[in-house]
């Protein structure tokens, strides 16, 4: 098994400052490779040794800015040929479009966000935004299942043309064995399971380091378990975004997001 990490700061067209988070995370990742490499005796992080490579992405010219989506299409088309487990770590949540735009219909992505980005009102633009990003999908939409939103204006009937299935932060707070379950059968018969968390999902006391909170997030304990639900040899990558450090209270949200990360790298690798 190898791993291949995408830093992917790209923050335009809303959170802006969520691309520092990105090459934050990425410091992390090469934190936990150098840490390993330099310990001598044995630890579960022996496993990544030699088999995580690490590719950041920059946006700071014009042409750059661009190409962002092209770029960040090639970039995970590779990752998902290549058969490895990828780790794609992005700006705000639109920084994770190129990497729908590769999946397909019989892939699916479990979805952890406080927002359902299909937002269309009168006040919210039909242009490309990370508030709508998923009506822009470039080819057919795997199928998506959200879990621990906390939206409450947009429509069942609405929801259904994008997602087939959405568990809001009341459900999972009322009902996480079952929707334990239905993840793990959503998961089930999918060619390909990606794993697309906005850092949002959590609970603002957990997580203070996003720029559009909502109260009554996802707790710690009942992420992992829906997590462990949703895992299988199925999953060929994750994906977090929406880390904004300028909003971080004493490191609170890094710690958080950092032990994640090297979390899922110990497990892709069987550490």
Known sequence: MRTSVTVFPFDLFGSAGTGAGAQALGDAVREILDDTEAETRPCRADCLRGNVDVQEFAFETVARVRAWRKTGREAARRALKAGDFHLWLGGNHLSVLPVYDELGRGDCVVQFDAHLDVYDFHDTTTELSHGNFLYHVDGPLPRIVNVGHRDLFLTPAGLAVTFEAVHSAHDVATNADRIAEQLRAA???????????????????????????????????TFLKLLDAAWSDRVVGVSISEFAPSADSRDTSLNLLGWLVEFLLLRAHGG
Not at 190 to 201: L, Y
Not at 208 to 214: D, K, S
């Open 187 to 221: 998961t089930a018969t999918a060619n390909r399971v990606w794993i697309d968390i906005d850092a949002d999902a959590f609970d603002p006391a957990a997580m203070p380091a996003v720029l559009q909170p909502l109260p009554f997030g996802l707790a710690g304990p």
